[in-house]
């Protein structure tokens, strides 16, 4: 039987490692751009989930149909210079809060006008995200569309979940004083709701609740300039 060199064997090796890195490079740079496509398709989907069916046929018709991008600074006046759906929120909440961009989507469909905001939160395992779509008044919730990585099945995953998700119709953002108050989920399920500004819990997901309740005052807060704008 041949034996081969240790240096032999090292080379091999080395031009073994090399091809499969280049071919691994070579299929990550094909797929990117599909990938790419596929994380637009699904922000899509969320936008428009929240304020209506979506139809995975007819999904970037529609929101070209009936989506109109904004950006907005923190004082309430508008960056014409930026489209809303480039706008990385996850990387926006890093920075300083009048350093950042402020995405809003308005829905328009048969004389029916909403206002979505996109929100970014802290779960148990990984980042919240939420589509949230108010009303022409900019105080009713009309949907949400929650989203989360990493969170627990069962127990926090469960805030995509339509159930949960429809607590939130009807609830407001303003107090009767014009307080922007937002809309507070309640630890635990069960719970009796007498409170425009409260949702029923989920047992067990406390962490995950907590990151949504963070997400939708902290960052909500946020908005009051800018919902203040789009009123006059």
Known sequence: MQQHSNSYTLRYAIFFTTAVAIVLALLAS?????????????????ILQSVMEVNKETLESDYNSYITEFVYALDG???????????????????????????????????????????????????????????????????????????TPGLGAEISMAMFEDRYQGKKLYSDGGELVSVRVL???GNLIDSEHEVDGLTGATMTLNGVNGMMTDELLLYENILTSIKS
């Open 77 to 151: 006046s508008e960056k014409v210079d930026e489209a809303a759906f480039d706008v990385d929120i996850r990387k926006q909440v890093k920075l300083a809060d009048e350093e950042r961009s402020y995405p809003v989507y308005r829905y328009d469909r048969d004389g029916e006008t909403r206002y979505i905001i996109p929100l970014e939160g802290k779960g148990l395992w990984g980042p919240i995200t939420a589509f949230v779509a108010l009303d022409s008044d900019l105080n009713t919730i009309s949907g949400v569309v929650f989203e989360h990585e990493k969170e």
């Open 187 to 189: 630890k635990g399920s």
């Open 30 to 46: 094909g797929l990117r751009p599909m990938q790419e496509r596929n994380i637009a398709q699904a922000k899509r989907a969320a």
